[in-house]
């Protein structure tokens, strides 16, 4: 059984750039949550996608962006880097409308962005 | 809002002897409480998590936390702790969807 992955590893990009980082969700999951983990912090709520649709954000501007497609698999973008938004970005999966409070969420090992 | 504290930065235990990793809550209705695991350049592993019923919850690899509703606490343990429980812990609290993390807490054992 597969569990959540993510690509690329590693990412390095420049101010200003735009990227994208992957997800696809473990089996038999169809809801993704993308999270910032900047270095000694806990991760961050990005956004949640369900059904193709954002579901909830958090405080995180509009530079960031999600899409995700009818095999569940999600993308987050990031548009006009700042050197702010070098990070560990994790993909986490879930089913929560079984039981949106409790259910678990599972993450992938992140890409690792860092931007010069 | 919900939300998480982890008091301590960082936690030294000898191996062999017991863990305790400290974790508080805030939360408005009940608390749906969580511990992960984060090893270096890898991401979250769950380990146990608290929705209801016994108030001590065992986990994988032998992990164990327990939740103090008076105290408003979710602190995690291990009888016995192994060299290779070094790593960064993560309590958090279920929002609605998304999940609210403590800043973590470094655990290290040494031989």
């Known amino acids: 059984d597969a569990g959540v992955t993510q690509s690329p590893t590693h990412l390095i990009k420049t101010r200003g750039q735009q990227v994208t980082l992957r997800c696809s969700p473990k089996?038999?999951?169809?809801?993704v949550s993308w999270y910032q983990q900047a270095l000694g912090q806990g991760p961050q709520f990005i956004f949640q996608y369900y059904e193709e649709e954002e579901r909830q954000r958090g405080n995180f501007p509009d530079r960031f962006s999600g899409h995700q497609f009818p095999n569940y698999s999600s993308e987050l973008n990031v548009n006009a880097l700042l050197l702010g938004d070098s990070a560990l970005y994790l993909c986490?999966?879930?089913?929560?409308?079984?039981?949106?409070?409790?259910?678990?969420?599972?993450f992938g090992p992140g890409t690792r962005l860092t931007v010069l | 809002a919900q939300s998480v504290a982890q008091p301590e930065d960082q936690v030294n235990v000898a191996e062999g002897n017991p863990l305790t990793v400290k974790c508080t809550y805030s939360?408005?209705?009940?608390?749906?409480l969580f511990w992960y695991v984060q090893y270096p350049n890898r991401g979250l592993q769950f380990l146990l998590k608290y929705i209801t019923g016994d108030n001590l919850v065992k986990g994988s690899y032998g992990f164990e936390a327990e939740f103090n509703k008076s105290q408003t606490s979710f602190h995690l343990k291990k009888p016995s702790a192994l060299v290779s429980d070094s790593a960064l812990y993560f309590c958090?609290?279920?929002?609605?969807?998304?999940?609210?993390f403590g800043a973590g807490t470094r655990l290290t054992v040494k031989p």
């Open positions: 958090a609290v279920r929002g609605y969807n998304d999940m609210r």
């Open positions: 939360v408005s209705g009940n608390p749906y």
């Open positions: 089996s038999g999951h169809d809801t």
């Open positions: 986490a999966s879930s089913h929560p409308f079984r039981s949106p409070s409790t259910d678990t969420q599972y």
